[in-house]
């Protein structure tokens, strides 16, 4: 007889029960975790604390816990390979995703070689901009493929020094919620990342319109969803990303980057 | 040892006589009544509906322009949809040459912009002449060799331009804003339609005669006045493309609520408190020329200004006792003066505000300095001020106040100062005074902000990106960043 797992959230680098109490299942048969407004409140809150320090890591460090985490996905292949419903196209899910970790993990001491600029100002001053994560980021996990559809939108926004809460995919919540187990064995502090389960129409409002949230990426969201989370985006002037072209790329960690342009005087 | 007000206005009287100097302007002729210009050419409105525009220096009605009503606004977007499919299609070297034309335009006819822009603004005529002119056609400029050279500002990207853009742009810099919300529209290919506030909209209208001189396409530019209403009516409308936006944080707020599901992109350039932080080992003289530039720059008129002075506490006094001196020698008075320093308040709406949070100000207890000084009769005018004993939780130290007021702070430790100058939603600028270079630098990396100037402030150049962290908005202007909100990259 196997031992079951308890599906939690993951809140602060701990695996926790909703604070409501309350359950759902959405195959049916595994009890997940349904997050209320308070557990949203509790992972914003340990994000907002974890920023500075996530966000003053040095790059390369913040590469190599990303390259960790791929190394601890790939590790657990079989796990999440069974979990997605084996076969090759779970088997494929899963080398995406790993793929997407490499990737964007290569990309943290590159992005401001790319995308800062030393600017030629008329005047004798050094001016120089570069770019700066944008603080906590919401992300709406995409409903079809449960893992690499995370993935792909939490590797940029961490790659950058963002800090996450992220909503699982409502439909298939287990993969999002077992990733938990592997970024908190890959170094990442905790609360940098936090994933929440439950039900979107119930989470969507408080996400978009809690104060401390500084961007929303709308990857999982139907059109009605983006325009009720661009009305309340509003009350904090949050940036809603709507970037859907599914590919790696530099703009997407950009979208999260907020360009601070420092000016000096040049003298004797 | 603080100074009496008395003794600083006789060391004023002493030191700071000055002759009148009044900027000529006999060169300039401002139309009594303006039309829109809309595909090319100024046309009657199809409102009927004219409003002054006003000397706020003198109350004085300047000319008559046009309220834009809904006909109007469609019409000039419609009239900048025509043009964008030939606008978008045009070689980008001729599109370049547009740009590099006006550029050569605005510094031909600086004079008398600089004279217009300070009679409907009520800016000193020194900085007109000298900030807003010349670096709006450096904008331009700038740009305009940009438009034939997009494919290497976006690697591995084929931008392409997204349509119509409707900006919307605020009355403290109305060439210098336009310039910067039409420059990289059009080098991107873009057309725009864009209307200036109500209460500086004369150099717009220049512009709109430049534009008909550079003989651009119609269409590619059209400009609509109004008020609040016509602005609405501009980002509201479908055809718009692109939301660009210049403003107080509350109406940028209604924008990103009103285009919501729209897909319209959008940029905003909100508004700003700005922490400017002193050191003990900072140079108190430049600090001070720094300090006073930050905040009485263009009246204070400026959503970036320094409007929070954080001193460390050992220099406090003798800090403050430099400033109170250095504010008696400002000279307020005719913007049209080429020694004036301090002009008219844009308007009476603005002044009512600047008062209403003074006074807010000496209720809650901050004490208030102003130097001597003799306002004119009639205009618009308030005098430098100063706050000292003022606590981060009063409405002087947290909301934008827009006029020539400091609220001045004090701190001990560099932790403190981050806090401090953090504890805001604002986060457009930041100022760090210290002759220590590791300090600029780690200071420079904790302020929330999207321009920090270190032992300088209020700089600009059309190179150096431009915007805000948090609720000061989103998107940045100048430089290649200043392209990305015009091109679409899919």
Redesign the interface.
């Known amino acids: 007889m196997d031992v079951r797992k308890t599906y939690k959230l993951f809140v602060n680098g701990e695996f926790v029960r909703s604070e409501s109490g309350r359950a759902y299942r959405p195959d049916g048969m595994v009890n997940v975790p349904r997050g209320s407004r308070k557990d949203l409140r509790d992972a914003v809150r340990a994000a907002r604390t974890a920023f500075p320090g996530w966000a003053g890591r040095t790059a390369m460090n913040r590469g190599q816990i990303l390259y960790r985490a791929a190394e601890m996905l790939d590790g657990r292949a079989a796990q999440f390979v069974e979990l997605l419903g084996g076969g090759v196209r779970a088997r494929r899910e899963l080398e995406r995703s790993v793929e997407t970790l490499v990737w964007y993990a290569g990309w943290t001491d590159k992005l401001p070689q ?1 995308t800062g ?1 030393v ?5 004798p ?1 050094f ?1 120089f ?1 570069i770019p700066e994560p ?1 603080g906590v980021v919401a992300i709406v996990a995409p409903e079809g493929d449960a893992l690499s559809g995370l993935v792909r939108r939490l590797a940029p926004v961490l790659c950058g020094g963002n800090v996450v809460v992220a909503l699982a995919g409502e439909s298939q919540p287990l993969a999002a919620l077992t990733l938990a187990e592997v970024l908190a064995t890959s170094d990442l502090p905790a609360g940098v990342v936090n994933i929440i389960s439950g039900q979107r129409k119930e989470l969507l409002p408080w996400l978009s319109s809690h104060m401390d949230i ?1 961007a929303i990426d709308t990857a999982g969201c139907t ?2 969803e ?6 309340s ?5 949050k ?1 809603v990303i709507k970037l859907t ?1 599914d590919e790696m790329s530099p ?1 997407l960690i950009s979208a999260f980057m ?8 040049i003298g004797v | 040892m603080a100074i009496t007000k008395k003794q600083s206005a006789e060391l004023a009287r002493q030191a700071f006589e000055y002759a009148p100097a009044p900027e000529a302007i006999d060169h300039v002729k401002i139309q009594p009544r303006h039309g829109l210009f809309i595909g090319g050419r100024m046309v009657e409105a199809h409102s009927k509906k004219h409003f002054p525009t006003i000397n706020p220096a003198t109350e004085k009605t300047l000319s008559q322009v046009v309220d834009a009503d809904e006909v109007d606004v469609d019409r000039a977007v419609k009239a900048a949809g025509k043009a964008f499919d030939s606008w978008a299609r045009l070689s980008p070297s001729r599109r370049s040459r547009y740009l590099f034309r006006i550029s050569r335009l605005l510094q031909e006819r600086s004079r008398e912009l600089a004279v217009v822009e300070t009679m409907d603004g009520g800016k000193p005529i020194k900085e007109s002449r000298d900030v807003d002119i010349p670096l709006s056609a ?1 904008h331009f400029f700038y740009y305009a060799g940009w438009a034939d050279k997009l494919e290497w500002a976006f ?1 591995n ?1 084929k931008p392409r331009p997204l349509g119509v853009a409707g900006q919307v742009i605020p009355w403290n810099f109305p060439l210098l804003m336009l310039s910067w919300k039409i420059a990289p529209a059009l080098a991107a290919g873009n057309t725009v339609v864009l209307k200036p506030a109500e209460t500086t909209p004369l150099s717009a209208m220049l512009f709109a005669e430049i534009c008909m001189q550079a003989e651009l396409p119609p269409g590619v530019v059209n400009i609509v006045t109004g008020a609040g209403k016509t602005g609405s009516l501009l980002v509201s409308h479908p055809g718009v493309k692109k939301v660009a936006f210049t403003g107080s ?1 509350e109406v ?3 924008i ?2 009103a ?3 729209s897909g319209k992109r959008l940029t ?1 350039e ?1 508004g700003g408190k700005a922490a400017n932080i002193v050191f003990e080992d900072a140079p108190l003289d430049q600090a001070v020329e720094g300090i006073v530039n930050g905040i009485y720059f263009n009246q204070g008129h400026v959503c970036c200004a320094g409007s929070r002075l954080l001193v460390q506490e050992s220099i406090a006094e003798p800090l403050l006792e430099k400033l109170k001196r250095r504010l008696s020698t400002l000279r307020l008075g005719d913007p049209l003066d080429k020694n004036t320093d301090i002009g008219a308040i844009n308007s009476r709406a603005q002044l009512e505000k600047i008062q209403g949070l003074v006074e807010s100000g000496v209720d809650e207890g901050a004490e208030l300095y102003q130097p001597e000084c003799v306002l004119p009769e009639r205009g618009f005018w308030f005098p430098p001020t100063l706050f000292t004993n003022v606590s981060q939780s009063y409405r002087i130290a947290r909301e934008e106040i827009f006029g020539p007021v400091l609220s001045v702070l004090t701190f001990r430790t560099p932790n403190e100062a981050v806090e401090k100058a953090n504890n805001t ?1 604002y986060g457009l600028s930041a100022g760090v005074w210290t002759d220590k270079g590791s300090r ?1 630098l780690w200071m ?1 990396e904790r ?1 929330r ?8 402030f209020n ?1 600009f ?1 059309p ?5 805000g ?6 998107g ?1 202007e100048g ?3 200043g392209l990305l909100p015009y091109v679409d ?2």
């Open positions: 790319v600029t600017n030629p100002v008329a005047g001053y001016n901009t944008t500084n059109t009605d983006i325009k009720a989370i661009e009305e985006a509003a009350g904090n002037v940036r072209k703009y907020e360009m601070k342009t420092v000016w000096h005087p | 450096a690697p990207r944080t940028g707020k209604l990103q609520r285009i919501a599901g905003l909100l939603p600029i420079a302020m902000a999207g321009v920090v100037w270190a032992n300088t700089r150049d190179t150096s990106p431009f915007g962290y948090k609720e000061s908005g989103f940045r430089g290649v960043h990259l899919n």
